[in-house]
């Protein structure tokens, strides 16, 4: 959805860039537990066109899902999107990683 307004925005499977390309952009931000991807790709924009690859297929694991469900998932990364988007800062103070 956001492609479709203009926004780069993904999520944190795959991200394909040159090494040039992400130092430019000054990396991923060390303060940002949560929505680190988003705030990369608003930089991103700035040095060049983002481009998605719709060839390109990734699958990703439903363990987070399965574990905390759809809702509460899917209202964290908005939360984290919204405080990213407006503050520079994520909400969550870490992104445990689900195993």
Known sequence: MMKWVGMGMVWGECHIMTREVFERAGGYADRIAAGE???????????????????????????????YGY???????????????????????EWKPVR
């Open 71 to 93: 809702f509460y998932v899917t209202v964290s990364w908005f939360i984290n999107f919204l405080a990213v988007f407006f503050l520079r800062r994520s909400i969550l103070s």
């Open 37 to 67: 991807d988003y705030d990369m790709f608003r930089r991103l924009e700035r040095v060049g066109r983002v481009r998605f690859l719709e060839r390109i297929v990734v699958y990703e694991s439903p363990r987070r899902y399965r574990r």
